[in-house]
């Protein structure tokens, strides 16, 4: 039975990667930091079979604990502080966690591995946001990184050790550019959950209005689901590489808009929306749009929800969330 550490198991990526794994017969373990964590229950109830270890991305000597308690043969490193207007606020955190962290967890792999760097795969799950003011659209592996926030910067650290780790030391370590991918499980401070939430509670008449930032950004987004099938491909190539995981379709904000209000079946989202510049972030990225066709070429992935399905499938889960609430 093949053996997966997973950090970050508690996000929503976490969970559709354990769902993954367990369907495929991995042992699947889940590292999770802090004392009495609350959002074990969350992992408890939704990947029952997930074992929980602890661990901190930030402390190395717990890193080669998890590491020496799980045995495995593939580390997903999706840990990380991920929420691009929190990381101005607390930069210096990100940069512990989200940069930091990835150089931890790559040295701990090493050390743990000894003599045989074969003995584990390694996936860093590194994000569209490092293209940020994009040099070239749409974006893939050879376009140039530009990150535009505190949390891009990170990120683009932790692509860069990865590779560096890679070539060094011959490691199997493999880097994700996954483009913005959202489900019913994304946490409601992103966008795409922020306003199918809303869209739900304004449906059914729980709240007036919604309050947002730029309505025109522009991202590619797509299915959580089918995003975590990519990372799991990356680590069943013969080496490790580097993949853009995207749609290669942009929407705006007000795409988006328009789509969530729809499902409900409101025409006119106008009435509904109001702005307010504590939601504007103090650089934007403007346009992301991936061209994933090493991952179709290579992996043999392409995406299976499209945007309006995503959508959809998010504001009809909050509203049967909300209605089973006020029932
Ligand atoms: P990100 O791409 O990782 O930053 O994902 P988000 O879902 O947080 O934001 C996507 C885009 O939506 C960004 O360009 C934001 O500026 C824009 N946006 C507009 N209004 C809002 C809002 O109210 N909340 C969030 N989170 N983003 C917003």
């Given amino acids: 039975m093949p053996r997966a550490l997973i950090t970050g198991i508690t996000g929503q990526d976490g969970l559709y990667l354990a769902e993954l794994l367990l369907s495929k017969g991995y042992d699947v373990f889940g590292m999770v930091r802090g004392q009495n964590n609350p959002k074990i229950e969350l992992v408890e109830r939704t990947v029952p079979g997930v074992h929980i270890v602890a661990g901190d991305l930030t402390d190395l000597s717990s890193l080669m604990r998890a590491l020496n308690t799980s045995r495995p043969d593939e580390v997903y490193n999706l840990g990380a502080i991920s929420f691009v207007a929190y990381s101005w606020e607390q930069a210096a955190l990100t940069s512990d966690v989200t940069a930091k962290g990835v150089l931890n967890i790559l040295e701990a792999v090493r050390l743990y591995c000894g003599d045989d760097l074969s003995k584990v795969k390694f996936y ?96 590619d987004w797509g299915f959580a689901g089918d995003y975590v099938d990519a990372m799991w491909r990356m680590l069943q190539q013969p080496e490790g590489g580097d993949y853009v995981v995207a749609t290669g379709e942009t ?33 934007e990225v403007d346009l992301l749009i991936g061209d994933a066709s090493r991952a179709r070429d290579v992996l043999g992935w392409t995406p299976t929800v499209t945007f309006s399905e995503l959508v959809a499938m998010m504001v009809e889960s909050d509203l049967k969330a909300l209605s089973d609430r006020i029932a």
């Fill in 251 to 283: 929407h705006s904000i007000r795409d988006l808009l328009d789509h969530a209000f729809r499902a409900a079946e409101i025409e006119d989202w106008e009435p509904y929306v109001d702005q307010d510049p504590k939601f504007f972030r103090p650089a």
């Fill in 124 to 219: 860093q799950a590194s994000s569209s946001e490092m293209f940020g003011k994009v040099q070239q659209v749409p974006q893939s592996e050879e376009t140039l990184l530009w990150p535009r926030s505190p949390y891009g910067v990170a990120k683009v650290y932790g692509h860069y050790m990865t590779i560096n780790y890679r070539e060094s030391y011959g490691m199997h370590a493999s880097s994700g550019l996954l483009f913005n991918h959202e489900s019913p499980r994304r946490g409601p401070e992103f966008v795409t959950r922020k306003v199918s939430l809303a869209v739900a509670g304004i449906k059914l008449g729980l709240q007036g209005k919604i309050v947002m930032g730029n309505l025109d950004a522009r991202r």
